[in-house]
């Protein structure tokens, strides 16, 4: 059962109740504990005069239905689909051709146990036996009947240890029978193929394996048998239709095999091959969603419930998408099939931050200056990134551009002053950063991640009246780039004193891949382009000789309209930081320490209309509104106490411990800590 993961169709709630499979083979022991109620009064014998559908002793058939119905009774041995209903059809005669051959059938029986199968409507037929010849024309008369009914057989590979099934298995590939007829082969516990097993060969795309050596069933109140071939391995293969038969009653029995087959577990050369075919039977991928998947919307419309690598939320968020639980709906596969689905997977929680020293990366820079009439200047600055020292650790996080990778960091700035008028334009790539900053929303600023910005402002003795505006493209490794995924725009009013500064920004922040900092690529369905309103004020202001304090807060108003999720009206946000910095003239120079809490959702709820999951497989769907706080449960705190020293041999040493309470805003986070050193020379 672990080699086939039937647990993950058990967790699903399918257990075979409601469905049949036939056992064509040697009947079945009424007697054995572990079938007690399994066996359809239906059951019989095919054989003219005998009459005799049940055998006084522990045999063939008995043991290969154990392998589908063992019922799950704290005794014995466990049956793949344990709730599953067994229509034995007993066809084995005695005067056998081949020596040592006990047991075995006729043509002509065998098409009774298909017509029989048929008229009593069983979808699933096990045939664990077969031959090296084909069963002739009235067995294939009957075989098409039976596939034509709706009916898939299952058919065991052979025990002979050759290159290619027997038969019937290798009908898996005729055209008249492809996909209703499927060969399966044995494998052991670790996945090889069994020495006895014939191999998939000519029947390649109709074939998988199923555990076939050391199988427990036949159970008893006292005692069980474990037997090996691939008789035993083509149960499994039946169990497992019937589990999916019952999970998802729209399947048909073809579509059932089709499911198997397409999502078998490859083994052996990659891909179809002539030795386990399409693979080994996998029941976990088969309950999973296979093919194209969407999720029905109120207006009729429909979502592509696929998402993105690499997707996540913006780490205000924290993990208010992980513990919500309003989005669970349902979602049909590329079979039909109905799942139940939590749609807050589709927005991961954003990836913890990096706490790493900043590279040393000295640039070449070259300056132009042009002076012009009434004392104004033009200048041109260009810089780019000498050849690096390969860094012990990634420069790169994923809060801190993954995406640039080793592209190498180059700017340009382009400044133009001309009295109290200053006016300047800036374009970077590699990591460089906006020199427009200081000003207070710079937190909500940098989301946009600009590798382009310009900037005018005025100067009016003390005050500065400022407006800049940015933009910028993202990029994720393997993928395309996302050009212009979010833009800034930022008023700054400045007034700067002797003993310090204050300053006041109002500003807004379009994002096409989805809010405060999120990565969902905007062809997803899942996409949350936004727009951030947000407002701050900082400063500066020296207490006294040697200690200064600073301060920002900053406030943001998030509006959200995705394709079936959006925020009721708009959410806020803050961000705030306190920091007190002074002189030391004992270990170090300076002396800074910095208390901050990350950008938050404090406040605002997202909202969807989605299809309630129905308490019956085939009700009719209804539709209700979900809504959620998009506010996580925790807050970060972060404590942050950092030193300077400079040595007499004109290096300089730095050092900034970190300490993170509830970290990514979450309640039940442990706390996180960061040392972080450095030591920087020039020469």
Known sequence: MANVKAE?????????????????????????????????????????????????????????????????????????????????????????????????????????ALDYAVANGVK????????????????????????????????SSGNDGEANPGWPARYAVDPRFAGAVIAVGSHNASNAMSSFSNRAGVAAAGYISA???????????TSCWRVSGTSFSAPHVAGALALLMDAFPNLTGRQALSLLIETARDAGDAGTDVVY???????????????????????????VAATEPGSFVGSAFGDAFARQTALETVLFDGYDRMFAVQLGGAYPTAPSR??????????????????????????????????????????????????LGDEPRQEALLDLEIGR???????????AVSPFKGAAGDGFAALAQADHAARGQVRLGAFTLAAESGGGDRRMPLRRVEE?????????????GADGGLSLSLGALDERLGPLGAFIPGGSDFALPSRTRFY???????????????????????????????????????????????????????????????????RGTFSAWLADVPVDYFDPLTYSRRRFSAAPSGRQIDFILGGERSLRDGSSLSLQAVASREPRHTADAAPEFALIGGWRRRF
């Not at 040697?26 to 239906?42: C, F, Q």
């Not at 098409?144 to 299952?154: C, D, E, H, K, T």
């Open 8 to 112: 993950a169709a058990w967790r699903a709630g399918a257990t075979g109740s409601g469905v049949t499979v036939a056992v064509v083979d040697s009947g079945v022991s009424r007697d054995t504990a572990d079938l007690v109620g399994r066996i359809s009064a239906a059951s019989t014998d095919v054989v003219p005069g005998r009459n005799a559908p049940y055998v006084a002793d522990s045999s063939h058939g008995t043991r290969v239905s154990g392998v589908i119905a063992s019922n799950f009774n704290g005794q014995g041995t466990i049956g793949v689909a344990y709730e599953s209903t067994i229509l034995s059809i007993r066809t084995d005669i005695s005067d056998c051709e081949e020596k040592n051959t006990d047991v075995c059938f006729s043509s002509s029986d065998l098409v009774r």
């Open 124 to 155: 699933i037929i096990n045939m664990s036996l077969g031959g090296d010849d084909r069963l002739g024309s009235a067995f294939e008369a009957a075989l098409l009947r039976a596939v034509n009914s709706g009916a898939v057989i299952v058919a």
């Open 211 to 221: 555990p076939g050596e050391a199988i427990v069933t036949g159970c008893d109140t």
């Open 277 to 303: 075919g399409r693979g080994l039977l996998d029941l976990a991928r088969a309950f999973q969603p296979a093919g194209t998947t969407s999720v029905p919307l109120a207006d009729g419309a429909t979502l």
């Open 354 to 403: 990096s706490y790493q020293a900043a590279p040393f990366e000295p640039s070449r820079t070259a300056t132009t200056s042009l002076s012009l009439p009434r004392g104004g200047r033009l200048s041109l600055t260009a810089a780019q990134l000498d050849e690096p020292v390969e860094a012990v650790t990634a420069r790169r996080d994923l809060t801190d551009a993954p995406w």
């Open 421 to 431: 008028l200053n006016f300047a334009t800036w374009q970077g790539r590699g990591g």
């Open 484 to 496: 212009a995924a979010s833009t800034y725009s930022r008023a700054t009013l400045a007034w700067r």
């Open 536 to 602: 701050a004020v900082g400063g500066d202001w020296a207490l006294r000789p040697g200690l200064a304090l600073l301060g920002e807060v900053g406030v943001g108003a998030t509006e959200t309209e995705g394709r079936f999720l959006s925020t009721d009206g708009a959410a806020i946000s803050s961000n705030w930081r306190l920091a007190l910095l002074t002189g030391c003239t004992a270990l170090c120079d300076r002396i800074s320490f910095t208390v901050s809490q990350p950008l938050r959702m404090e």
